[in-house]
């Protein structure tokens, strides 16, 4: 586990600060840890930190009034995330919920300084923006895929990205569902249509693959 002194250098862009700004940062910065499935913030919710992710996966999702629910976008360790940086810039309340896929270490350092960074460090403004330029570009992305991008492709890229190369995923319609921004029973629909042609084969809380090519085809990843 990184001590204090020393998660700055977790991140590149803030590796290269000045020695005050770094002192600053590690000085005033704490260490929290947080256990898989905890929320971290939520609608409504205020940040009173931004957060340097050390060790996790944080998702973040979107969940509308009637309950349905999409993935945004994933904070990895040494990344921090977009949606705090908005809402510390404009000092709205969050808008989307931050849960801890797995345990969870990150750096916190409180708003006043991140304030006083943003307006006096042109290295530290640098950093902040270009990880917001970036997951904004993402986020762009996503929209276009949600919006125009047929189901079955997004589907089969979808279980290609899960796999990490195995010919096994560990998922549920649901959660296929929550990542893909559709109803399950639309999910449901479409993998049952990969199995009746031979492409997968399905178990309960898991998918195998029959025909990986296949999908990669549909995918596009073998193009």
Known sequence: MNTPSEW????PGLSRLDLPTRQLLTSRSEIVKVPKGTMIFGPGNSPENMLFLLDGTVRVQQVSDTGHQIVLYRIEAGQSCVLTTACL???????AEGIAETAVAAAAVPRVVFDDLVAQSKPFRDFVFAAFSKRITDLFQMIDEVAFQRLD??????????SNGMEKVDTTHQKLSVELGSAREVIS?????????????????????????????LADHGA
């Not at 492709?153 to 899960?162: C, E, G, M, P, T």
């Open 189 to 217: 629909r479409q993998l049952q249509e990969f199995q009746r042609r031979g492409w997968i084969e399905q178990a309960r809380g898991s998918i195998s693959f029959l025909d990986r090519d296949q999908l990669e085809k």
């Open 153 to 162: 492709v997004r589907l089969a890229d979808k279980l290609i990205s899960l």
């Open 89 to 95: 810039l404009s000092y709205e309340d969050y808008s």
């Open 8 to 11: 700055v250098d977790r991140f």
